[in-house]
């Protein structure tokens, strides 16, 4: 479909910094970082979509699949009327949607997955590392117990490989995430780069 918007989707295993990178992105012209974790927080709780998040999140469940693709849709589209968004300017990056295959099924009508970039450890003990170090930095030992933390890492793996599974393999780039912000970056913009170049040729002209 020809007005599917052009995207590339961000996953990042817990610790991998995918929020710093997200928000850095979005700062570099041609690029729209949209994330979902904002989307709830922004919601208006008077508006329609808004009541029907707080009527599953007070009752501690899932905003169903239908109704995040809905409230995503919306939110794009508010973005791109209001100009925050240049679809035929701005490659957008997807942080926290599709979570699931049954998301992806839903979007598939909506996007046109130009990429996928995965921030992972190329060592996973290193994030087991990172993540101890940044529980006892923050005051919270209970989330920097090893079983936790690799629980956390597992669960992650479990939920996102069958994702990564519903678009061909040559679109999947996995980045190392241990480094400094700006490093990690660094190679980010080195897969996004060739495709902004691909499909928005004049994006600054």
Known sequence: MADRYRTVLLFGAPGAGK??????????PGFHHFSTGDMFRNLDPASELG??????STRGELVPDEITVRLWRACVHQCAHEGGYRPERDLLILDGIPRNVRQTELMDEHIDVLG????????????????HGRAAKEGRPDDGAEDVIRRRLQIYAAE??????????????RADAIGTPARILHRVLGILAPIQEAYFPNALA
């Open 19 to 28: 929020g710093t990178q997200g928000k850095m992105l979005g700062a570099v």
């Open 51 to 56: 009541q029907t998040f707080l009527a599953y």
């Open 116 to 131: 996928i970039i995965v921030l992972a450890a190329q060592d996973p003990e290193q994030m087991v590392r990172r993540l």
């Open 160 to 173: 996102t490989e069958p994702v990564l599974a519903h678009y061909p393999k040559a679109l999947v780039h």
